[in-house]
């Protein structure tokens, strides 16, 4: 959707070894390769808006958080928040778990997603700074930025460490 975010960085291309990486991050519980895309994505920072003023990682549904033992995009954000020392703000929640996006075309993903995500707190913030680890189709943090807006965000950006299929911002 064109226009829904006022700034989109994804740093690196989804191929070997960044892929080997995050899914090591993901599924090999690697939580120091956390840390490393949070280095890489300050280098980037220089490119963000000055008015960014809290960090959202996306939410996993509690029963995915639970099978893994943790967020990944939770992990990632941390080091960065304290790097540029923003507060991490979880005002949307994923309510509804939702199939896994690997392998759904667009459309697919836009549908599976549908519903899946509600702002819990008030909006507080000015700026919100999605952080995800990667962008696809960029279905899943546009759905949150809908929310996000439609709750009265006046402003949201994201930010992920990989892009698939040339989606580098």
């Known amino acids: 959707m064109p226009g829904i975010f006022t700034s ?3 740093l690196l291309d989804y ?3 960044v892929d080997a990486a995050i899914k090591a991050l993901k599924f090999d519980h690697k939580l120091f390769y956390a840390a490393a895309f949070a280095e890489l994505l300050l280098a980037c920072r220089k490119r963000l ?5 809290a960090l959202l990682p996306v939410p996993l549904h509690w029963w995915r958080k639970t099978r893994r033992g ?11 928040a304290t790097a540029l020392g923003l507060p991490i703000d979880r005002c949307v929640r994923r309510c509804r778990s939702t ?5 759904l075309d667009a459309r697919q993903r836009v549908a ?4 899946a995500f509600v ?12 952080v995800d680890d990667v962008l696809t189709t ?17 402003a949201v950006s994201r930010v992920t460490v990989a892009h698939t299929n040339g989606r580098c911002g």
Do not use: C, M, W
């Open 70 to 80: 943790f967020n990944q995009s939770v992990e990632i954000a941390k080091p960065l």
């Open 49 to 53: 808006p000055d008015d960014i003023d």
């Open 112 to 115: 599976n997603l549908r519903g």
């Open 119 to 130: 702002v819990r707190d008030a909006i507080v913030r000015q700026h919100y700074l999605l």
């Open 15 to 17: 191929a070997f070894p």
């Open 138 to 154: 960029g279905a899943t943090t546009e759905a949150i930025a809908k929310v996000l807006l439609s709750a009265g965000a006046p």
């Open 8 to 10: 989109s960085i994804a």
């Open 99 to 103: 199939a896994s996006q690997t392998g």
